[in-house]
Structures are given as structure tokens and as C-alpha cells.
């Protein structure tokens, strides 16, 4: 079977660094992708990783381990509308072919 | 633009009765799929298309039905015998299954009456 494990929920400062970790045992891999998703909307797509190392993109920056089963989303100079829960999916194979399976999210709240 | 839109944004079932949530888009993407999101549980699959008048059952299908007669559009049908139909659901699509990034719609929110 797939699992993956983030944490529930997590608090951070406007202006400070938050790393949001992600582990997973499946059966197989082909790539982690990290979403972040506001009440009520849709996910919106933030990064991909399939080969271990650091992705970075503006303020955001993805890292994985494939040997360990890890990766994390770190984001930097937090900003109110930073304020979401972000999704740790894994594509692995599945249900006849390649799928995602969901992390169920990590709720950040960004305060002042 | 190009996108995803679902249709309606919320939807009212009666006990017994069929309703079908519609997904178009314009992406020119083969592959489409139905999430459903629960509170405090991650995305689940419902079914996937990865070509037009093809799908295939997802992790928990039960009380579902999809269609593929075109490209664009991929509704879902949830069936009186979804027990608990209650969830916020997602239609998403890709280049391909199994390749590049899925991008998402709004989603639509059922709620039963």
C-alpha cells in the first residue's frame, strides 16, 4: 500500500522560514509533487521533485530524498496569504497505472 | 484563458436520487480525473480517463459512474447508492496518466439534504 505522513498542523511568524516535512513508503516511485490549497478552493500546483536534491522557486523550495522516503517544502519570507494547508503528494504506481496519493495536508496559519 | 471549470460550484441531493457533477476543459489534455476531499483526509481517486471512452475505477469507485464521450468533458455521476456522498469533489486533468503535473477546477461541494 501508499503512505504518506505530514504534519497536521503548523503555526509561523509573517517574515520568518517554515519547513513543511513529508514522509512515504509506497510501492514504487515516479516523482513528489507539493500543492498548496485554500479553504474552499482548488489545489494549485507548487513544485515537483523526482531525482534527490533542492528545487527552489522564489520563495519556495522543494527537497527529497528518495533513499529515505523524504521530502520537505520549505517556504521563506512568510507572507499572510501563505496562509493554507499544503499537500505532499507521491506518483507511484496504482489502480492499473501511475497515480497520486495524497498526504492529507499540512494546515499552516501565518500570524503577524 | 485555458482551465478547468466544474459545475455547479454547490449541489443539493435528496435522498435517493442521482446527481452529476460536469468537468470541462481546455487544455487539450488526455487525461482527466475525480478526487474526493473529506475533512482531515488527504485527496482520494474516484476514476481516471486517460483517452476519450475510456476510464478506469480509482481507489474507491463504489457508487460512481463516469463518462468520456469527448476530450473535454469528464462528469461524474454519484448514484443513490453512494451512501455518503457528502465531500468537496475535484476534477483534474494532465497531459497524460502517469506524466507531467495534474492541474485542478474549482471543485464543487455536494451537500445532502
Known amino acids: 500500500g501508499q503512505n504518506i505522513d505530514q504534519p497536521t498542523e503548523m503555526t509561523a511568524t509573517e517574515g520568518a522560514i517554515v519547513q513543511i516535512n513529508c514522509t512515504y513508503q509506497?510501492?514504487?516511485?515516479?516523482?513528489l509533487f507539493w500543492y498548496q490549497q485554500h479553504a474552499g478552493e482548488a489545489p494549485t500546483f507548487l513544485s515537483y521533485n523526482v531525482l534527490d536534491g533542492l528545487e527552489e522557486k522564489g520563495r519556495f523550495s522543494s527537497f527529497l530524498s528518495r533513499s529515505k522516503g523524504y521530502s520537505y517544502l520549505l517556504l521563506k519570507e512568510l507572507q499572510m496569504k501563505d496562509s493554507a494547508s499544503y499537500l505532499c503528494a507521491v506518483r507511484a504506481p496504482g489502480a492499473g497505472s501511475y497515480q497520486l496519493t495524497f498526504g492529507k495536508g499540512t494546515k499552516l496559519s501565518v500570524i503577524p | 484563458d485555458g482551465g478547468i471549470t466544474q459545475s455547479p460550484k454547490y449541489l443539493f441531493r435528496k435522498e435517493g436520487q442521482n446527481v452529476t457533477l460536469s468537468c470541462e476543459q481546455n487544455?487539450?489534455?488526455?487525461?482527466m480525473y475525480w478526487y474526493r476531499q473529506d475533512p482531515g483526509q488527504g485527496l482520494r481517486l474516484i476514476y481516471y480517463?486517460?483517452?476519450?471512452?475510456?476510464?478506469q475505477k480509482g481507489d474507491i469507485a463504489e457508487g460512481y459512474s463516469v463518462s468520456r464521450e469527448k476530450k473535454e468533458s469528464f462528469p461524474l455521476t454519484v448514484t443513490s447508492a453512494q451512501k455518503n456522498p457528502t465531500a468537496f469533489y475535484l476534477c483534474a486533468s494532465s497531459i497524460g496518466v502517469g506524466k507531467e503535473t495534474q492541474y485542478f477546477g474549482p471543485g464543487t461541494r455536494l451537500l445532502v439534504l
Open positions: 509506497t510501492s514504487g516511485f515516479n516523482g
Open positions: 487544455l487539450n489534455h488526455d487525461a
Open positions: 480517463s486517460q483517452i476519450v471512452n475510456d476510464f
